[in-house]
Nanobody, 120 residues
Framework: QVQVVESGGGLVQPGGSLRLSCVAS????????MGWYRQAPGNQRELVAA???????NYADSVKGRFTISRDNAKNTVYLQMNSLKSEDTAVYYC??????????????WGQGTQVTVSS
């Protein structure tokens, strides 16, 4: 099977920074894209940032200029550097990996989520 595990969440003051990490492991043949989504209470899950295997990136308008997504393809790892955090960034952040597994099927795998709370 495939595991996707996030880390790095926590409590930070407005204006502060956090770095999230996510690693995919297990029966993986290749990874097409990895990304971060978030879900705040009462809201739908939304895309924060994604990065394709070729380096293309996509960001939500609300985080452009503040968040940066990066990947280490050799380690099947994706990072989200979050700067200038705002209270509205408070949410559970989920990592998604779109990958080809040993069944030769492309599937989306999700992590369990990590809480980010921005508060003074």
């Amino acid at each position: 099977q495939v595991q996707v595990v996030e880390s790095g969440g926590g409590l930070v003051q407005p204006g502060g920074s956090l770095r999230l990490s996510c690693v995919a492991s297990g029966r993986i043949l290749s990874i097409n894209a990895m990304g971060w989504y978030r879900q705040a209470p009462g809201n739908q899950r939304e895309l924060v940032a994604a990065r394709g295997s070729g380096g293309s990136t996509n960001y939500a308008d609300s985080v452009k200029g503040r968040f940066t997504i990066s990947r280490d393809n050799a380690k099947n790892t994706v990072y989200l550097q979050m700067n200038s955090l705002k209270s509205e960034d408070t949410a559970v952040y989920y990592c998604q990996a779109s990958l080809l597994d040993y069944d030769y099927v492309v599937r989306d795998y999700w992590g369990q989520g990590t809480q980010v709370t921005v508060s003074s």
